[in-house]
Protein backbone atom coordinates (compact mmCIF):
# COMPACT_ATOMS: atom_id res chain seq x y z
CA UNK A 1 0.00 0.00 0.00
CA UNK A 2 1.46 3.64 -1.18
CA UNK A 3 -0.49 5.60 1.11
CA UNK A 4 0.59 6.46 5.08
CA UNK A 5 -1.85 7.63 6.77
CA UNK A 6 -1.93 9.10 10.78
CA UNK A 7 -4.62 9.00 12.74
CA UNK A 8 -4.31 10.17 16.29
CA UNK A 9 -7.02 11.44 19.11
CA UNK A 10 -5.73 14.27 21.43
CA UNK A 11 -8.89 14.81 23.24
CA UNK A 12 -7.43 14.44 26.69
CA UNK A 13 -4.95 17.19 25.68
CA UNK A 14 -7.73 19.50 24.34
CA UNK A 15 -8.43 22.41 26.27
CA UNK A 16 -12.15 23.33 27.51
CA UNK A 17 -14.26 25.38 25.55
CA UNK A 18 -16.70 28.12 26.79
CA UNK A 19 -19.59 28.14 24.59
CA UNK A 20 -23.11 27.26 24.16
CA UNK A 21 -23.63 23.96 22.36
CA UNK A 22 -25.33 23.61 19.47
CA UNK A 23 -29.57 22.35 20.92
CA UNK A 24 -32.16 20.97 18.00
CA UNK A 25 -36.13 21.94 18.85
CA UNK A 26 -37.94 19.12 19.71
CA UNK A 27 -40.74 17.53 17.30
CA UNK A 28 -43.61 18.90 17.20
CA UNK A 29 -47.41 19.23 15.53
CA UNK A 30 -48.17 15.56 14.06
CA UNK A 31 -49.05 11.89 15.71
CA UNK A 32 -45.62 10.54 14.21
CA UNK A 33 -43.92 13.26 15.93
CA UNK A 34 -45.84 12.92 19.66
CA UNK A 35 -45.01 8.90 19.44
CA UNK A 36 -41.27 9.69 18.22
CA UNK A 37 -40.92 12.51 21.23
CA UNK A 38 -38.36 11.96 23.91
CA UNK A 39 -38.64 11.66 27.27
CA UNK A 40 -36.66 14.37 27.74
CA UNK A 41 -35.76 17.62 25.86
CA UNK A 42 -32.10 17.05 23.59
CA UNK A 43 -30.85 19.41 26.55
CA UNK A 44 -31.29 17.68 29.21
CA UNK A 45 -30.36 14.47 27.07
CA UNK A 46 -26.63 15.84 26.37
CA UNK A 47 -26.47 17.44 30.08
CA UNK A 48 -27.01 13.75 31.20
CA UNK A 49 -24.82 12.55 29.04
CA UNK A 50 -22.32 14.92 29.96
CA UNK A 51 -23.29 13.76 33.92
CA UNK A 52 -22.64 10.70 32.53
CA UNK A 53 -18.81 10.63 30.77
CA UNK A 54 -17.93 12.92 33.85
CA UNK A 55 -18.51 9.88 36.45
CA UNK A 56 -17.57 7.42 33.58
CA UNK A 57 -13.86 9.13 33.78
CA UNK A 58 -13.47 7.64 37.89
CA UNK A 59 -15.71 4.83 37.50
CA UNK A 60 -13.94 3.43 34.51
CA UNK A 61 -10.40 4.29 35.72
CA UNK A 62 -8.17 1.32 36.56
CA UNK A 63 -10.24 -1.36 34.38
CA UNK A 64 -8.50 -3.76 32.60
CA UNK A 65 -9.85 -5.40 29.36
CA UNK A 66 -8.99 -8.59 27.48
CA UNK A 67 -9.24 -8.07 23.87
CA UNK A 68 -9.27 -10.57 20.89
CA UNK A 69 -8.66 -8.59 17.79
CA UNK A 70 -9.03 -9.53 14.26
CA UNK A 71 -7.75 -7.69 11.25
CA UNK A 72 -7.74 -7.59 7.60
CA UNK A 73 -6.39 -6.31 4.46
CA UNK A 74 -8.42 -6.60 1.12
CA UNK A 75 -6.77 -5.81 -1.72
CA UNK A 76 -4.81 -8.29 -4.31
CA UNK A 77 -4.81 -10.74 -1.99
CA UNK A 78 -6.53 -11.18 1.89
CA UNK A 79 -4.38 -11.02 4.64
CA UNK A 80 -5.35 -11.20 8.40
CA UNK A 81 -3.87 -11.05 11.88
CA UNK A 82 -5.13 -12.02 15.12
CA UNK A 83 -3.59 -10.17 18.19
CA UNK A 84 -4.83 -10.61 21.84
CA UNK A 85 -4.11 -7.80 23.97
CA UNK A 86 -4.57 -5.77 27.35
CA UNK A 87 -6.92 -2.63 27.26
CA UNK A 88 -6.45 -0.60 30.48
CA UNK A 89 -8.60 2.49 30.93
CA UNK A 90 -7.42 4.91 33.57
CA UNK A 91 -7.80 8.49 34.44
CA UNK A 92 -9.91 10.79 36.69
CA UNK A 93 -12.29 13.86 36.32
CA UNK A 94 -9.64 16.40 36.42
CA UNK A 95 -7.28 15.30 33.92
CA UNK A 96 -9.94 12.82 31.73
CA UNK A 97 -9.28 9.37 30.56
CA UNK A 98 -6.88 7.47 29.20
CA UNK A 99 -6.59 4.32 27.31
CA UNK A 100 -3.83 1.96 26.40
CA UNK A 101 -3.27 -0.96 24.50
CA UNK A 102 -0.61 -3.51 24.95
CA UNK A 103 0.05 -6.18 22.92
CA UNK A 104 0.72 -9.74 24.29
CA UNK A 105 0.09 -12.65 21.70
CA UNK A 106 0.33 -12.13 17.29
CA UNK A 107 -1.31 -14.61 15.20
CA UNK A 108 -0.66 -17.19 18.55
CA UNK A 109 2.68 -16.33 19.14
CA UNK A 110 3.32 -15.02 22.69
CA UNK A 111 5.06 -11.82 22.06
CA UNK A 112 5.70 -11.60 25.52
CA UNK A 113 4.58 -12.41 29.54
CA UNK A 114 1.24 -11.27 30.57
CA UNK A 115 2.74 -9.29 33.53
CA UNK A 116 -0.17 -6.45 33.54
CA UNK A 117 3.03 -3.77 32.52
CA UNK A 118 0.46 -1.16 31.56
CA UNK A 119 -1.67 -1.33 35.16
CA UNK A 120 2.05 -1.36 37.16
CA UNK A 121 2.86 2.17 35.68
CA UNK A 122 0.21 3.57 37.84
CA UNK A 123 0.37 2.11 40.83
CA UNK A 124 2.56 4.64 41.82
CA UNK A 125 1.81 7.42 39.07
CA UNK A 126 4.54 9.70 38.22
CA UNK A 127 5.42 12.46 35.29
CA UNK A 128 6.58 9.94 33.20
CA UNK A 129 3.46 7.32 33.83
CA UNK A 130 1.72 8.21 30.97
CA UNK A 131 4.74 8.73 29.13
CA UNK A 132 5.82 5.47 29.23
CA UNK A 133 2.42 4.08 28.21
CA UNK A 134 2.10 6.09 25.43
CA UNK A 135 5.43 4.29 24.48
CA UNK A 136 3.52 0.96 24.80
CA UNK A 137 0.91 2.21 22.80
CA UNK A 138 3.03 2.90 20.02
CA UNK A 139 4.67 -0.23 20.45
CA UNK A 140 1.62 -2.01 20.18
CA UNK A 141 0.31 0.05 17.08
CA UNK A 142 3.21 -0.92 15.12
CA UNK A 143 1.66 -5.18 14.98
CA UNK A 144 -1.43 -3.17 13.30
CA UNK A 145 -2.38 -3.78 9.58
CA UNK A 146 -2.98 -1.78 6.19
CA UNK A 147 0.58 0.11 6.35
CA UNK A 148 -0.91 3.09 8.46
CA UNK A 149 -0.09 4.11 11.77
CA UNK A 150 -3.58 4.87 14.05
CA UNK A 151 -4.06 5.00 17.73
CA UNK A 152 -8.24 5.76 16.80
CA UNK A 153 -8.31 1.80 17.46
CA UNK A 154 -9.94 2.50 20.88
CA UNK A 155 -13.35 1.54 22.24
CA UNK A 156 -13.88 4.10 24.08
CA UNK A 157 -13.18 7.20 21.75
CA UNK A 158 -16.60 8.20 20.76
CA UNK A 159 -17.18 9.23 25.03
CA UNK A 160 -14.69 12.24 24.31
CA UNK A 161 -17.65 13.98 22.12
CA UNK A 162 -20.05 13.84 24.79
CA UNK A 163 -17.64 15.24 27.93
CA UNK A 164 -19.12 18.67 29.00
CA UNK A 165 -16.17 20.50 27.98
CA UNK A 166 -16.24 19.04 24.15
CA UNK A 167 -19.92 19.46 23.53
CA UNK A 168 -19.13 23.08 22.61
CA UNK A 169 -17.10 22.12 19.28
CA UNK A 170 -19.86 19.76 18.02
CA UNK A 171 -23.52 20.44 16.71
CA UNK A 172 -26.06 17.95 17.57
CA UNK A 173 -29.30 16.59 16.30
CA UNK A 174 -31.63 14.67 17.68
CA UNK A 175 -32.39 10.96 15.42
CA UNK A 176 -35.38 8.43 16.36
CA UNK A 177 -35.99 5.80 19.07
CA UNK A 178 -33.72 2.63 18.54
CA UNK A 179 -35.60 -0.31 20.61
CA UNK A 180 -33.16 -2.53 18.88
CA UNK A 181 -30.67 -1.40 20.97
CA UNK A 182 -32.05 -0.43 24.66
CA UNK A 183 -35.55 0.59 25.79
CA UNK A 184 -35.37 4.64 26.01
CA UNK A 185 -32.24 4.99 23.75
CA UNK A 186 -32.00 7.55 20.87
CA UNK A 187 -29.89 8.06 18.38
CA UNK A 188 -28.22 11.81 18.43
CA UNK A 189 -26.31 12.45 15.46
CA UNK A 190 -23.47 14.86 15.46
CA UNK A 191 -21.03 16.97 13.45
CA UNK A 192 -17.52 18.79 14.99
CA UNK A 193 -17.40 22.31 13.72
CA UNK A 194 -14.65 23.74 15.78
CA UNK A 195 -10.88 23.84 15.30
CA UNK A 196 -8.36 22.24 16.28
CA UNK A 197 -10.11 18.80 15.56
CA UNK A 198 -9.89 16.47 18.32
CA UNK A 199 -8.47 14.07 15.86
CA UNK A 200 -5.65 14.71 13.70
CA UNK A 201 -4.59 13.28 10.01
CA UNK A 202 -1.73 13.06 8.43
CA UNK A 203 0.30 16.32 8.62
CA UNK A 204 -1.46 17.27 11.84
CA UNK A 205 -4.62 18.26 9.95
CA UNK A 206 -7.92 18.57 11.33
CA UNK A 207 -10.10 15.65 11.15
CA UNK A 208 -13.40 16.69 11.49
CA UNK A 209 -15.93 13.71 12.93
CA UNK A 210 -18.97 13.54 12.30
CA UNK A 211 -21.76 10.41 12.95
CA UNK A 212 -24.14 8.72 15.66
CA UNK A 213 -24.65 8.24 19.39
CA UNK A 214 -26.67 6.01 21.04
CA UNK A 215 -27.87 7.57 23.91
CA UNK A 216 -30.36 6.28 26.92
CA UNK A 217 -32.30 9.51 27.75
CA UNK A 218 -32.67 8.94 31.28
CA UNK A 219 -29.59 8.06 32.58
CA UNK A 220 -27.14 9.65 29.78
CA UNK A 221 -25.67 6.02 29.35
CA UNK A 222 -23.40 5.93 25.92
CA UNK A 223 -24.78 2.42 24.47
CA UNK A 224 -23.00 2.70 21.37
CA UNK A 225 -20.86 4.87 18.96
CA UNK A 226 -20.16 5.87 15.62
CA UNK A 227 -16.97 8.14 14.51
CA UNK A 228 -16.63 8.87 10.69
CA UNK A 229 -13.73 10.32 9.48
CA UNK A 230 -12.53 11.46 5.63
CA UNK A 231 -9.26 12.68 4.27
CA UNK A 232 -8.40 12.58 1.02
CA UNK A 233 -7.01 9.26 0.72
CA UNK A 234 -9.19 7.89 3.30
CA UNK A 235 -12.21 7.15 5.00
CA UNK A 236 -12.48 5.85 8.29
CA UNK A 237 -15.60 4.14 10.56
CA UNK A 238 -14.88 3.08 13.62
CA UNK A 239 -18.40 1.78 15.73
CA UNK A 240 -17.99 0.47 19.54
CA UNK A 241 -21.16 -0.91 21.04
CA UNK A 242 -21.95 -1.14 25.05
CA UNK A 243 -23.46 -3.04 27.65
CA UNK A 244 -24.38 -2.04 31.10
CA UNK A 245 -22.09 -3.46 33.95
CA UNK A 246 -23.63 -4.06 37.24
CA UNK A 247 -20.04 -4.50 39.01
CA UNK A 248 -18.52 -0.93 37.55
CA UNK A 249 -21.85 0.79 37.07
CA UNK A 250 -20.71 2.10 33.77
CA UNK A 251 -21.36 0.71 30.57
CA UNK A 252 -18.47 -1.21 28.84
CA UNK A 253 -17.31 -2.12 25.57
CA UNK A 254 -18.47 -5.37 23.99
CA UNK A 255 -17.63 -5.15 20.70
CA UNK A 256 -15.56 -2.41 18.27
CA UNK A 257 -15.81 -2.33 14.80
CA UNK A 258 -13.63 -0.51 11.88
CA UNK A 259 -13.60 0.47 8.26
CA UNK A 260 -10.70 2.10 6.10
CA UNK A 261 -11.53 2.37 2.65
CA UNK A 262 -8.01 4.03 0.78
CA UNK A 263 -8.86 5.51 -3.03
CA UNK A 264 -6.70 2.91 -4.20
CA UNK A 265 -9.22 0.25 -3.17
CA UNK A 266 -7.59 -1.49 -0.53
CA UNK A 267 -9.99 -2.02 2.89
CA UNK A 268 -9.19 -2.46 5.78
CA UNK A 269 -11.49 -4.30 8.36
CA UNK A 270 -11.28 -4.64 12.03
CA UNK A 271 -13.50 -6.63 15.00
CA UNK A 272 -12.38 -6.35 18.30
CA UNK A 273 -14.41 -8.27 20.83
CA UNK A 274 -14.12 -7.81 24.65
CA UNK A 275 -14.37 -10.05 28.11
CA UNK A 276 -12.24 -10.41 31.32
CA UNK A 277 -13.32 -7.33 32.37
CA UNK A 278 -11.20 -6.48 35.95
CA UNK A 279 -10.29 -3.75 37.85
CA UNK A 280 -6.54 -2.97 39.33
CA UNK A 281 -6.39 -1.23 42.78
CA UNK A 282 -3.54 -0.39 44.97
CA UNK A 283 -3.55 -2.01 48.15
CA UNK A 284 -2.22 -0.50 51.53
CA UNK A 285 1.19 -2.07 51.15
CA UNK A 286 1.50 -0.19 47.72
CA UNK A 287 1.69 -3.70 45.63
CA UNK A 288 -0.70 -4.32 42.66
CA UNK A 289 -3.93 -5.92 43.58
CA UNK A 290 -5.82 -7.96 41.06
CA UNK A 291 -9.75 -7.58 41.56
CA UNK A 292 -10.63 -10.67 40.15
CA UNK A 293 -14.76 -10.67 38.58
CA UNK A 294 -16.36 -12.94 36.66
CA UNK A 295 -16.66 -12.49 33.18
Known sequence: ?????????????????????????????????????????????????????DAFSSDASGIVIEETYIQQVRGKQLTTRRMRSDVLITGDRTVGWYEFRDVFEVDGQVIRDRDSRLARLFLKPSESSIEQAHRIQDESSRYNLGNMRRTIDNPVLGIVILQADFQPRFHYSLGKMDPKVGPGVWIIDYKEEAHPSFIRGRSDLDLFAHG??????????????????????????????FRFDDRFGITVPYEMQEEYK?????????VATYDRFRRFDVSTEDTLKDEKVKD
Open 212 to 241: RLWIEAETGRLMRTEVLLEQPTLRAKITTS
Open 262 to 270: FDNGIKVTA
Open 1 to 53: MANTVAFASRAARMPAVVAAAALLALPSGSLRATQQAPPLPLDVILRNAAAYT
